[in-house]
């Protein structure tokens, strides 16, 4: 198709605001999808984004819309997740478009997710089609809403669309608004191909699916092809479009967007970000991909059943392929045995890799405590990069240790602004800014974006939840990372029956230390098993003990079949007891159980 009726497009909005049932409804309007394929979010094919009812990953769709003017048009469409674990999948989006619509729900109006990936999209200098969705709720504010786009972000009062995904309502002018607003795609047909994988994933049969976006040239599917960074060639198997499902194309055309099937059966051969050119009349100037993921908590991950550490690896490199942001190295526990220490965007974003792993690759995994990554400086001058609590030397050989920072912004109504104050204290944290998002107060009360500087370890674990909870659910968060400081923290080691166990070990602030081990050591006591000896749980930070507790011995009553005559029979049945159960205690193993990991995740509860 001429590129002059090509249009490249993506959907942003804070999580929940209606981006899925948007391209639903575009889908229906386009006539993609016939009335016996229709279903609810199309695009979020995973059974885990149905069953949570997020978008994880960003997906494509090819649609053709017949325009006011009577000509037909190409709409690629890529729809993205709106959760801040997943603004990287936003990211490879935005990369592949000219255009973004702005989804914001005309109740809540603009989130701290919104501002987050308005900016993203400027930065790109997308064209952006604000609409207000849900206009049909009962309390729905559009007018006020609009208004609030205009004073925040500066749209001008002509551009917002209002419209409701659900009904249907301001879909034809949505549709109208891209084809006369975004840009066409500016690529040059006759030069040397490049094009940009924003996406992969791995099929049995056909090998390393890449999801391209063609900048120059084109793609015929009969000429070899390489990855300019990776310099793999490989002979493509298809070429094809979204149309949602695959759909083989004879070529993709400078300016559209499809898949390639490569063949390769390697994970490590393809790369999101790489550019794929011809391996003869080959583009010499990659394209510009997007930043790398950095990843932001760490956790390890290891089989519950150590002859499956081969397929755990198996199915890290095939995840590592379809999800770019993911990290892994190897590594080892005297606890738990060999397994991987992974880096994650988020908790969000580690729940989701193991459920994953354990849904599409049948593994039963063990997941330590999560962290995040610090700089020491070590007596002897020399800086080291510590992810694992287990690598944090010992205190006295440490000079300084940085904790990462976050700029948090948080969009709530005034009337939390207290309670979201006393949170943020609680968590280290400091206060930067307060911002009245709508001027003219509804019934009395306005919505604030408040700023805050934070460790990034404080809010890791219960901190959405409680920012939920204290705010009856109407505060909204998104961050990002600010920068490194120095802080004074701690190994906090668990042991179990004299022994250390790395993998409950944690990082914590030296003042809160004594306080968080006694917390651990009670919660444990009441989830490792009782043996036949008693087992000491302790709390230390180097060769001091913080605090204990004993899992008391189950106790046969030996003495139930003396009933009189002298006590020393007595007393020698019991020295004997006692005595198996000190041998029993330098000889004995104890198991700690899957719960006792996830203990160090509910400290503060």
Request: a negative charge.
């Amino acid at each position: 198709m001429d590129p002059a009726r090509i249009r490249n497009f993506s959907i942003i909005a804070h999580i929940d605001h209606g981006k899925s049932t948007l391209a639903d409804r575009m889908l229906d309007v386009t006539g993609t999808i016939q009335a016996r394929q229709r279903q609810d979010q199309v695009l979020d094919s995973m059974d885990l984004e149905r069953e949570k009812g997020i978008t994880i990953k960003a997906q494509a769709v090819r649609m053709l819309h017949r325009a006011a003017d009577g000509l037909e048009y190409q709409l690629n469409l890529i729809d993205t997740p709106g959760h801040v674990d997943f603004s990287y999948e936003v990211s490879r989006a935005l990369a592949a478009c000219e255009g973004a619509i702005l989804v914001v729900d005309a109740a809540q109006g603009i989130q701290a997710q919104t501002l987050a990936n308005v900016y993203m999209a400027m930065e790109l200098d997308l064209t952006l089609i604000p609409v207000v969705n849900k206009i049909d709720l009962p309390s729905a504010e559009p007018e006020r809403v609009a208004q609030e786009l205009v004073d925040v972000i500066g749209f001008d009062p002509n551009e917002i669309i209002f419209a409701s995904a659900k009904s249907g309502a301001g879909i034809e002018e949505i549709l109208e608004a891209i084809v006369a607003r975004v840009p066409h795609p500016r690529g040059e047909a006759n030069a040397p191909l490049r094009a940009l994988v924003f996406d992969a994933k791995y099929d049995a049969y056909k090998g390393v699916l890449v999801y391209v976006r063609v900048v120059d040239g084109h793609i015929d599917g009969r000429e070899p092809l390489r990855l300019l960074q990776e310099r793999t060639r490989f002979d493509p198997v298809e070429v094809g479009v979204f149309r949602p499902g695959f759909t083989v194309v004879p070529r993709l055309e400078a300016g559209e967007v499809g898949y390639v099937a490569t063949g390769l059966k390697g994970v490590n051969e393809a790369r999101v970000g790489d550019t794929v050119t011809t391996d003869r009349n080959a583009a010499t100037e990659p394209l510009s991909g997007y930043r790398e993921a950095k990843s932001m908590v760490y956790a390890g991950l290891y089989p519950s059943n150590p002859d499956q550490y081969p397929e755990l690896r198996d199915a890290l490199e095939r995840l590592k392929l379809n999800d770019a942001s993911l990290h892994w190295q190897p590594e080892s526990s005297a606890a738990l045995g060999f397994g991987f220490r992974c880096g994650f965007l988020g908790l969000l974003h580690m729940e989701i890799v193991q459920e994953r792993l354990e849904r599409e690759f049948g593994l039963d995994l063990v997941a330590t405590a999560p962290s995040v990554e610090y700089e020491v400086t070590r007596s002897d001058g020399s800086e080291m990069v510590v992810d694992s609590p287990a690598a944090l030397p010992e205190p006295d050989k440490i000079r300084e240790v940085r904790e990462p920072w976050v700029r948090v912004n948080i969009t709530l109504p005034s009337r939390f602004v207290g309670a979201i104050m006393g949170l943020i204290d609680e968590r280290r944290g400091e206060y930067v800014k307060l911002e009245y998002l709508d001027h003219a107060a509804v019934e009395g009360e306005s919505r604030v974006l408040a700023e805050y500087l934070v460790p990034l370890s404080e809010i890791l674990v219960d901190f959405y939840d409680q920012l939920k909870s204290r705010t009856s659910g109407y505060a909204s968060l998104d961050y990002h990372i600010e920068g490194y400081r120095p802080a004074k923290v701690s190994r906090l080691d668990i042991l179990v029956n004299g022994d250390p166990v790395d993998a409950l070990s944690a990082i914590v602030p030296t003042e809160q230390a004594t306080e968080r081990g006694r917390k651990l050591v009670s919660a444990l006591r009441e989830l490792i098993p009782r043996q036949l000896f008693d087992v000491p749980i302790q709390a230390a930070i180097g060769g001091r003990i913080l605090a204990r507790e004993t899992v008391r011995a189950m106790r046969k009553n030996v003495l139930a079949k003396c009933y009189g005559g002298d006590v020393s029979r007595k007393r020698k049945l019991l020295e004997a007891q006692k005595a198996g159960k000190k041998r029993m205690k330098m000889l004995g193993s104890v198991e700690v159980p899957q719960e006792a990991f996830m203990a160090v995740l509910k400290l503060r509860d």
